[in-house]
Antibody, heavy 116, light 110 residues
Framework: EVQLMASGGGLVQPGGSLTVSCAAS????????MHWVRQAPGKGPEWVSR????????NYAESVKGRLTTSRDNAKNTVFLQINSLRADDTGVYYC?????????WGQGTLVTVSS | QSALTQPASVSASPGQSITISCTGT?????????VSWFQQHPGKDPKLLIF???IRPSGISDRFSGSKSGNTASLTITGLLADDEADYYC??????????FGTGTKVTVL
């Protein structure tokens, strides 16, 4: 069974940092582009980042560029998203998503709350 | 990269058809065939309905169809059902090698 389990969310103070992880099972992570998509409460999804199969190509949304770092460890079937200089508008559920086309699969997201 | 523009809401009666538009630019929708559509029910994860403008994944009803003309993509739902009441989002690949979602459309089945 295909599963994507995100973890590492929580309550963080403004200006802090956080790393969210996403563990894949039931398929080989190394075969797919992986994306991070976040969704603020009551809002639509916002694409934030993608990473190619071997990690050699990474792209970020302009709104987060410079504060986010996406990486992957195919041996551990895991992708990571590090968020620095957290702001209130970073609050939301962070999803790791396999492909946005034919092989699309959304994992269980993890909630990140930025508040003092 | 600004969000793609969708109508905030669309409503129709059961059995009718609706079309949701998604307007972008020549740097995203107009540039590539990579437009996807997602359905999201309250409290649920988004579900892929259409990819590559007009291709339905396995298991998606043929009541859902997609198209594109210039910088605007469209999702049409025919034979509207109560379960189609949800939020719908388009997504497109851009010339900056990023993706962008639409502003979202709330579909109400009267």
């Amino acid at each position: 069974e295909v599963q994507l389990m995100a973890s590492g969310g929580g309550l963080v103070q403004p200006g802090g940092s956080l790393t969210v992880s996403c563990a894949a099972s039931g398929f080989s992570l190394s075969s797919y582009w992986m994306h991070w998509v976040r969704q603020a409460p009551g809002k639509g999804p916002e694409w934030v980042s993608r990473i190619n199969q071997d990690g050699s190509m990474i792209n970020y949304a302009e709104s987060v560029k410079g504060r986010l770092t996406t990486s992957r460890d195919n041996a551990k079937n895991t992708v990571f998203l590090q968020i620095n200089s957290l702001r209130a508008d970073d609050t939301g559920v962070y999803y790791c998503v396999r492909d946005l086309r034919e092989f699309n699969y959304w994992g269980q997201g993890t909630l990140v709350t930025v508040s003092s | 990269q600004s969000a793609l523009t969708q109508p905030a809401s669309v409503s129709a009666s059961p059995g009718q058809s609706i079309t949701i538009s998604c307007t972008g630019t020549s740097s995203d929708i107009g540039a590539y065939k990579y437009v996807s559509w997602f359905q999201q029910h309250p409290g649920k994860d988004p579900k892929l309905l259409i990819f590559d403008v007009n291709i339905r994944p396995s298991g998606i009803s043929d009541r859902f169809s997609g198209s594109k003309s210039g910088n605007t993509a469209s999702l049409t739902i025919t034979g509207l059902l109560a379960d189609d009441e949800a939020d719908y989002y388009c997504n497109a690949f851009t010339s900056s090698f990023t993706h962008v979602f639409g502003t979202g459309t709330k579909v109400t089945v009267l």
